[in-house]
């Protein structure tokens, strides 16, 4: 071989790497809750949110796993109306009463640090309560012994009127720390945050304090199992719905813009027909799995043979869709609950629908065969079923039926 002939092959292979090293990737986000580009912001959704908090109403999300709801009180934390301190967390990994109170103490006592004079008052104020220690992010000591959160969490919302200002509490996965706390402390301490929680929204003394709860397990179906329906009654019901078909094409432009492959207009619609359910997550993986295709191949110019290529190489992967799995399992939700509701999805992904008679007649594997509907109705709550027509119902998404599917190859 000559030397020009290996000039030829590397100056070649250098051209390849240097249009592979240009390549510009959409900015899509799969894993933690989009921001930014990766964002596509809801002003209706946004404008009712706050319309109901001028109300003084509490907010509960109600929204199909995911569907963005992290991402939207993240953005609604970021862009308050003037007077508002508000706040998010996840407060997931709270395992008790005193740890999930001790949260939230410090949650609105560090925010409250951070306002102008706000923080000299409370400083006074914890002195005079006789607090030896202060430490802002997360430490502060009575003389004699530790503080009872439960307590010095409503002394210390009842304290907002007077240093007038407003918080508001944006707490996610919720239900998560109601059902964690229900294992390891019993139904009691449970329901006493229910009850706490409920306090603080409907006394008067505690109207400078606004709660906004959402999880990934719907907080209905946790409540119920703890028959305290009524505790959670007062909160507003907000739901976030799929995009709509012109809020999806928004969101593929911003996610695209500056992206290397360009998508045609007829090859978005024919994106958004495969997909169907519109839900941000969805939408994300796909872009994703069709760059990472036309990257390797390096080809700009997207087919309609890469949507259902991109399809497939999601069914196949365990990982992106394992949550929808996971959640459906105890701890999330009770063994007799988990092999209902995994038999009536299995039975399902090979179909196109399935009859509420056919579902009763699975009604044997639960341990109590009348709340067969209030699992019914979860699946459809959480994003996995919808009611197509009476009685019958069908998936949501064509790509978690098809993921279903794969991962239940027997009934």
């Known amino acids: 071989m000559t030397i020009d002939v290996l000039l030829t092959i590397f100056a ?33 959704l946004n404008k009712e949110f706050w319309r109901e908090i001028e109300k003084g109403s509490h907010i509960l999300f109600i929204a199909p796993r995911r569907v963005g709801k992290t991402s939207v009180m993240k953005d609604l934390v970021k862009n308050p109306p003037e007077g508002y301190n508000c706040i998010f967390e996840n407060v997931e990994s709270d395992k008790s009463l005193q740890e999930f109170f001790k949260r939230l103490y410090f949650l609105v006592l560090n925010r409250l640090s951070l306002v102008g004079k706000t923080r000299a008052n409370i400083e006074r104020w914890l002195k005079g309560r006789g607090i030896e220690e202060i430490t802002f992010e997360g430490g502060v000591r009575f003389k004699e012994k530790e503080l009872e959160y439960k307590i010095e969490l409503l002394l210390l919302i009842q304290k907002l009127p007077d240093l007038d200002q407003k918080v508001v509490l944006f707490l996610d996965e919720f239900p998560e720390v109601i059902s964690a706390i229900r294992r390891k402390e019993g139904d009691e301490n449970a329901i006493e945050v229910l009850h706490t929680i409920r306090e603080i929204r409907q006394k008067k003394e505690f109207n400078n304090c606004i709660f906004v709860l959402a999880g990934s397990i719907g907080l209905e179906h946790v409540i119920e199992s703890l028959d305290r329906v009524k505790l959670i009654n007062d909160l507003h ?12 094409i928004q969101l593929i432009t911003q996610l695209t813009l500056t992206a290397t492959v ?37 080809r700009q110019k997207p087919e309609v043979d890469d949507i259902s290529t991109a399809f497939e190489s999601i069914v196949k992967k365990n990982t992106n869709l394992k949550d929808w799995k996971d959640r459906l399992n105890p701890p999330y939700i009770a063994l007799d609950e988990a092999s209902f509701s995994n038999k009536i999805l299995t039975i399902l992904s090979r179909q196109d629908t399935i009859a509420i008679q056919e579902i009763y007649n699975e009604v044997q594997l639960l341990t109590v065969p009348g709340k067969y509907m209030n699992i019914v109705t979860m699946l459809i709550r959480d994003g996995y079923i919808i009611e197509k027509q009476d009685g019958v119902y ?3 998404s064509p790509l978690l039926q098809a993921w279903w599917k794969k991962q239940h190859p027997i009934n």
């Open 12 to 44: 070649n292979k250098y051209i390849v790497i240097m249009k592979h090293a240009e390549w510009i990737h959409p900015k899509t986000i799969t894993g933690p809750p989009a921001e930014g580009d990766s964002y596509i912001r809801r002003p209706n």
């Open 394 to 396: 069908r998936y949501t």
């Open 237 to 248: 019901p907000i739901r976030i719905e799929a995009l709509s078909q012109e809020e999806a």
């Open 262 to 298: 360009k998508y045609s207009p007829d090859f978005i619609v024919q994106l958004l027909a495969r997909i169907e359910h519109l839900i941000p997550y969805f939408i994300q993986l796909m872009i994703e799995e069709i760059d990472r295709v036309l990257h390797n191949q390096n």
